[in-house]
């Protein structure tokens, strides 16, 4: 179809090949996955929303935002990605976190808990349910410490979210390390701690200053089972990976630029790897099994657009195809690098848009109208991009929708 002057072929079929090959090799369910990945999912807005005069430069109140939340539809979703067997990171930037408020959050974290996915899932832990700053240093830690219990009485493995007040009252390295460690004298474990680049939220220029990454990662290994790494940085995350492999720790990628070849796992640039990567050994997180190996798992909110595909790219992958794997990664890496696009946080929009664009929920509004904050051309590129990777999975439902679009907007 023709779409602001460009021919898309809409093609929601392409993957049926490997699925057919997939279904010869396996009698039921998923091929036995190695790698852990979490898709950190958006929220679903009400229709009703669409009369609501909320922007990201005048933001609506938390609690009169909720309740314009769909809360059924954004529960089907989760069950959706977790049917293509990814785990659910709940409660983080994705889901428009901060926007929504602790109430929200906590209502988010309680319902993927009672969802009962094999896949299981993870939640920010902040201090957001204060409804101010914390006044101390003190009253941070226990905040902290309160939320990851509440996201473990739910069955969640809690990550532990940036706390931009360590920066806003000038903790250095040494400070940094002291408050990671009083958190984590009040927690139970597994954990995973969280480095959120300023490419998503600038206030964090700077966070985890000088050395202090790498002494909080060493605490305590039996609680902090690993990081996710929202830097954009590969190489930085290799150097990470290899750092830590020794305490049985691991990195969950949180690179949606380039997750394919981080996930497949060795070093990129070295032509003369060994693929698939051997797993060194199976472990255990949260009672799964958690393979290691020279190699990251992931955490991404590019899976909330591609779980379909990108669950069969695993699944090659186990099977140690890694041709398959490559063919299907590589689109999808490509999408998620439109994505992720700057101005990076405004990455929402287009998961929204190609959630409702499959048919999964019946608009594709963001809190606070964020989907305003890509233009036309951004929406048509990801169209293109979405099809050739295997992301539109209905055509005559997404051919449907961007005519009605299109004639909107």
């Given at each position: 179809?023709?779409?602001?002057?460009?021919?898309?072929?809409?093609?929601?079929?392409?993957?049926?090949?490997?699925?057919?090959r997939?279904r010869?090799?396996?009698a039921?369910?998923?091929?036995?996955?190695?790698?852990?990945?979490f898709?950190a999912?958006?929220v679903?807005m009400?229709?009703?929303?669409?009369?609501?005069?909320?922007?990201?430069?005048a933001p609506?109140d938390?609690?009169?935002?909720?309740?314009?939340?769909?809360?059924?539809?954004?529960?089907?979703?989760?069950?959706?990605?977790?049917?293509?067997?990814?785990?659910?990171a709940?409660?983080?930037?994705?889901?428009?976190?901060?926007?929504?408020?602790?109430p929200?959050?906590?209502?988010?974290?309680?319902?993927?808990?009672g969802?009962?996915l094999e896949t299981?899932f993870?939640?920010?832990?902040?201090?957001?349910?204060?409804?101010?700053?914390?006044?101390?240093?003190?009253?941070?830690?226990?905040?902290?410490?309160?939320?990851?219990?509440?996201?473990?009485?739910?069955?969640?493995?809690?990550?532990?979210?940036?706390?931009?007040?360590?920066?806003?009252?000038?903790?250095?390295?040494?400070?940094f390390?002291?408050?990671?460690?009083?958190?984590?004298?009040?927690?139970h474990?597994?954990?995973?701690?969280h480095?959120?680049?300023?490419m998503?939220?600038?206030?964090?220029?700077?966070?985890?200053p000088?050395?202090?990454?790498?002494?909080?990662?060493?605490?305590?290994p039996?609680?902090?089972?690993?990081?996710?790494?929202?830097?954009?940085?590969?190489?930085?995350?290799?150097?990470?990976?290899?750092?830590?492999?020794?305490?049985?720790?691991?990195?969950?990628?949180?690179?949606?630029?380039?997750?394919?070849?981080?996930?497949?796992?060795?070093?990129?640039?070295d032509?003369?790897?060994?693929?698939?990567?051997?797993?060194?050994?199976?472990?255990?997180?949260?009672?799964?099994?958690?393979?290691?190996?020279?190699?990251?798992h992931?955490?991404?909110g590019?899976?909330?657009?591609?779980?379909?595909?990108?669950?069969?790219?695993?699944?090659?992958?186990?099977?140690?195809d890694?041709?398959?794997?490559?063919?299907?990664?590589?689109?999808?890496?490509?999408?998620?690098?439109?994505?992720?696009?700057?101005?990076?946080?405004?990455?929402?929009?287009?998961?929204?848009?190609?959630s409702?664009?499959n048919g999964?929920?019946?608009?594709?509004?963001?809190?606070?109208?964020a989907?305003?904050?890509?233009?036309?051309?951004?929406?048509?590129?990801?169209?293109?991009?979405?099809?050739?990777?295997?992301?539109?999975?209905?055509?005559?439902?997404?051919a449907?929708?961007?005519?009605e679009?299109?004639?909107?907007?």
């Amino acid at each position: 179809m023709t779409v602001a002057g460009r021919s898309i072929e809409l093609d929601g079929r392409w993957l049926e090949p490997h699925l057919e090959r997939l279904r010869g090799d396996v009698a039921e369910g998923h091929a036995p996955r190695t790698r852990t990945c979490f898709a950190a999912a958006h929220v679903v807005m009400r229709p009703e929303y669409a009369d609501v005069a909320h922007s990201v430069d005048a933001p609506g109140d938390a609690s009169e935002i909720a309740d314009f939340v769909d809360w059924k539809a954004t529960a089907a979703f989760r069950t959706r990605l977790g049917s293509h067997g990814f785990g659910i990171a709940e409660a983080m930037d994705t889901a428009q976190r901060f926007e929504l408020g602790w109430p929200a959050a906590d209502r988010l974290i309680e319902i993927c808990g009672g969802l009962g996915l094999e896949t299981g899932f993870v939640a920010g832990a902040s201090t957001d349910h204060l409804g101010h700053p914390p006044g101390s240093e003190r009253e941070l830690v226990e905040a902290v410490a309160w939320q990851c219990e509440r996201i473990r009485e739910h069955g969640g493995v809690a990550v532990l979210l940036p706390m931009v007040w360590l920066l806003e009252n000038g903790y250095d390295a040494d400070g940094f390390v002291k408050v990671h460690e009083r958190i984590l004298e009040r927690v139970h474990g597994p954990l995973i701690l969280h480095w959120l680049g300023p490419m998503f939220l600038a206030s964090l220029q700077g966070y985890f200053p000088g050395d202090s990454f790498a002494r909080i990662l060493a605490l305590d290994p039996t609680k902090v089972r690993g990081c996710k790494l929202s830097l954009l940085d590969d190489a930085m995350e290799l150097g990470v990976r290899r750092s830590i492999a020794d305490r049985d720790q691991v990195v969950f990628t949180g690179d949606d630029f380039h997750f394919g070849e981080l996930v497949l796992g060795g070093d990129p640039r070295d032509a003369a790897r060994e693929l698939p990567m051997p797993i060194v050994r199976v472990g255990e997180f949260a009672g799964r099994p958690l393979t290691h190996g020279d190699f990251s798992h992931a955490l991404l909110g590019i899976f909330d657009a591609i779980a379909r595909p990108f669950g069969v790219a695993l699944e090659l992958l186990a099977q140690g195809d890694v041709a398959g794997y490559r063919a299907i990664a590589a689109p999808c890496e490509a999408l998620g690098q439109h994505v992720f696009e700057a101005p990076t946080q405004h990455y929402k929009a287009g998961l929204a848009f190609l959630s409702w664009l499959n048919g999964y929920q019946d608009n594709a509004m963001l809190v606070n109208h964020a989907e305003r904050c890509r233009d036309r051309g951004h929406y048509v590129r990801l169209v293109e991009l979405a099809s050739a990777a295997g992301a539109i999975e209905d055509a005559d439902t997404a051919a449907e929708r961007l005519q009605e679009w299109m004639a909107s907007w």
